[in-house]
């Protein structure tokens, strides 16, 4: 031992400090073993096992020992870094040690929770603390790069979760550009005639919101707009935008739809998307009389000037204003901003793709969102609930987890289903004399006042079957079913099959990421999780943060949620880029490479590497040279380098060959 | 080695999606052979081949790369500069006799867990299956091959060539 010590004179002082995690690490890991191993190791000078390391205690002991140890270096085995490693870089710091004078050991998440063999956990175990020992030693003092942060902000997606977003934002006095595909804001909210489980009508509490979105000061509001390409790091993001050409100046129309009344075509006759096919609109239209803004805009599919060039044009005529421009462009804004708030919604499962169930093929079918079109007072039947042919339904059944809790389509519940179907039997219920069934696997009702409403659902006399509908038929065996569409289902509590006659069938659609949620991903470089929906930093302990620093999301992009979870989900993305703009600066790791003039033999080899166009070569002195500001931290040049001058902060060549050296010493 | 072989493998990690999917894994308790020792780096482009032959060197029995997903990667492009550069060591590697999935490259984005725990698990068992490397041993014998060599030259050449022998 003493050999040992007189070695470890010219090492650096390391303290080591493992983690039992409650039983998480110390269930699998024999720490005590592990910390036993590591204090005999050359250069240890404390080492230390602890119930939770990343406790105020656990902290507190790690930055007294550093002071009664003069400790140089620490290196901490616990969860994983992207968990923990701040905080035990600031219980360094507390300590009196530069932060970067520690390393991380993960034996959580890539030990004990996925090995089962505590002997060969526990080995290890050591093997990687054994690594990090070795590497801490060639770790150098470093700085945090501190740059400001651009106060103003971008939201994507015009539903509730984006208008609720902007609005707190502008609200704090923020600058906010709003950016919405469509030409509305409002969403999948706008098409819903009431809302679960108070009842309370959707337009009567959203549309106000979309009106302070247009009056607000603080907010710019661009429809019919997309994001093409984002660059730039947190606090300093530039984002182009594309500007859909409406062919009618945003500026200038005031919404008064005359020109609708004078287009010539005098009846409508192109399917309304809004309303979901089922009504029809013009070339010339306005989403619904609520929109916001409340510009008309141009179909350049079914508009004959746009089409062939030759009209009368009598919708420009009509229009005192003048707002017509047949001849606009799709044109290209660039913005700055600090942070990016994404509230890019859902896609309603296509009902096509289960075709038990008819979907487009018997008239009788409908979709979820169908129903809320015919239900709304504003909706291409005014509220009637009627069939395709005009006839009202004797009876409607409604069929639960369509493209959800499926193997076949997705695995996940869509959590809206049960509330929403219950509200539209309700509906149903309240606008026509139909009797209507509902067809659960479970009744998923958990929210303030859901399962009252589920209560009060069960009293009007609405009818339950548990059981998945096997099919929907239109093959009648009775002459009662003659005509109309049969629901076949195993009624699991009754325990026999049915064979139940309706008229129209509901279909309760999932939820699902929408169809270019992967681009858009890539676009703002986040990442989604396997189901396709965007992918939060932490499920639990950061759900509106992403990966990418400065980029929060909210609402159903991230995972089927229902309107008061995406308010909150959307205050809190607010929230999150408020802290970020308030403090006014962001502390960048220093994981950055540098070049070591005299090393470098002006090969240019790293040039091209760079995906940021960082590095240059100096002419005169005849050297590459990066840009620290522009840098990200990749280490690709490192990695290219032949002469190895290039240097990148916490990845150093040392530090990592002494890393593999250390995992494969014996 | 009387007992049952366990291969070491070395695994470097890019921080943003591989590593973030072996976080996923533990955090879903998935289960996986414990024979893979993850280092972290922030992008695949930053494993210098090197790395991987100094593994090989210090003893690893297998080598592993985890890297986003062509298209995904969080600096642009970095694992593509990966692609090529493990390409070229692949040929390299297979002159020194370490070929048959001793060195595996692997495309495992963040959502990827499960990814995580099939590539350790399969390579593992093939690892397993090839035996031990051990280049240290079998670089000491070529080192005494190449002292042969060199003793049987000096003996047979004249004197002062033998100075520029090496």
Known sequence: MSDNKNKQADLPRVGFYICHCGSNIAGTIDVVEVSKYVSGLPGVAVSREYKYMCSDPGQEMIAQDIKDHKLERLVVAACSPNLHEETFRKAAAKGGLNPFFFQMVNIREHASWVHTDKGAATQKA????????????????????????????????????????????ANAGKKVTLVEREATIGGHMALFDKTF???????????????????????????????????????????????????????????????????????????????QGLGKRKPVYIDFP??????????????IQLKTGKCKKSCAEVCD?????????????????????????????????????GY????????????????????????????????????????????????????????????????????????????????????????????????????????????????????????????????????????????????????????????????????????????G???????????????????????ACQAPRDIPDTVAQAGAAAAEALALIDAGFVELEPNTSHVIEDECSGCKS????????????????????????????????AAACPSGSIRQNLFEDDEIFSEIEGVLAK | MTEKFEPRIVAFFCNWCTYTAADLAGVSRLKYAPNVSVIRVMCSGRVDPQFVLDAFARGADGVLLGGCHPGDCHYAEGNYKTLRRMRMLERMLKAMGI????????????????????????????????????????????????????AHVNQSAPKEEAVHAR
């Open chain 1, 290 to 303: 609520q929109a916001t803004p409340k510009v008309v805009l141009l179909d350049p599919q079914t508009c």
């Open chain 1, 606 to 637: 790293c040039i091209p590497l760079c995906p940021y166009s960082a590095i240059s070569f100096e002419e005169n002195k005849k050297k590459a040279i990066i840009n620290e500001v522009l840098c990200k931290g990749c280490g690709v040049c």
């Open chain 1, 321 to 357: 204003r003048k707002a017509f421009d047949f001849e606009q462009k799709e044109k290209f804004e660039e913005i700055q901003v600090g942070a990016i708030v994404l509230a890019t919604g859902f896609k309603a499962y296509d009902a096509k793709r289960d075709h038990q169930y």
């Open chain 1, 197 to 275: 489980p108070t009842l309370d009508c959707a337009a009567c509490i959203l549309t106000p919101k979309m009106s302070a979105v247009k009056s607000h000061p603080n907010i710019k509001l661009w429809t019919y707009s997309e994001v093409e390409k984002v660059e730039g790091y947190v606090g300093n993001y530039k984002v182009k935008v594309k500007r859909k050409p409406r062919y009618v100046n945003e500026d200038l129309c005031v919404g008064c739809m005359e020109c609708i009344d004078a287009c010539v075509f005098k009846e409508a006759k192109f399917p309304d998307k809004f309303n």
């Open chain 2, 99 to 150: 070929h048959d999935g001793r060195f595996r490259l692997e495309w495992i984005s963040g959502a990827e867990g499960e990814k995580v725990r099939t590539v350790i698990n399969e390579m593992t068992e093939k690892v397993r299956a090839l035996g031990p490397l051990d280049l240290p041993g079998k670089t000491l014998e070529w080192d005494k091959e190449l002292k042969e060599l060199e």
């Open chain 1, 126 to 169: 050591m093997d990687l603390a054994r690594a990090a020992v070795a590497r801490v030693r060639h770790h150098q003092s470093l700085e945090k790069k501190r740059v400001p942060v651009d106060p103003n902000v971008l939201v994507v997606g015009g539903g509730i979760a984006g208008i609720h977003a902007a609005l707190t934002l």
């Open chain 1, 360 to 531: 487009g093929r018997y008239p009788g079918v409908y979709t979820a969102l169908e129903i809320e079109r015919l239900v709304n007072a504003s909706g291409p039947t005014s509220g009637e609930v009627v069939l395709r042919d005009g006839k009202k339904p004797k009876a409607v059944g409604i069929v639960h987890c369509v493209g959800s809790r499926d193997a076949k389509s997705n695995k996940w519940c869509s959590r809206v289903c049960c509330m929403y179907s219950l509200k539209l039997a309700h509906l149903i219920k309240e606008h026509s004399d139909a009797e209507v069934y509902n067809f659960y696997i479970d009744m998923r009702t958990p929210g303030k006042g859901y399962e009252e409403f589920y209560d009060k659902l069960l009293s009007e006399g609405v009818h339950f079957i548990r059981g998945r509908v096997s099919d929907v038929t239109d093959w009648a065996v009775t002459p009662e079913e003659e005509g109309r569409l049969v629901m076949r289902v195993e009624d699991t509590l009754a325990g026999f099959v049915r064979r139940i006659p309706v008229d129209m069938v509901v279909l309760s659609t999932g939820l699902e990421p929408q169809h270019d949620a992967q681009e858009v991903r890539r676009r703002f470089n986040i990442g989604c999780g396997s189901e």
């Open chain 1, 533 to 555: 929906f965007f992918q939060e930093r932490h499920p639990k302990l950061a759900p509106v943060n992403t990966f990418t620093d400065g980029i929060y999301i909210a609402g």
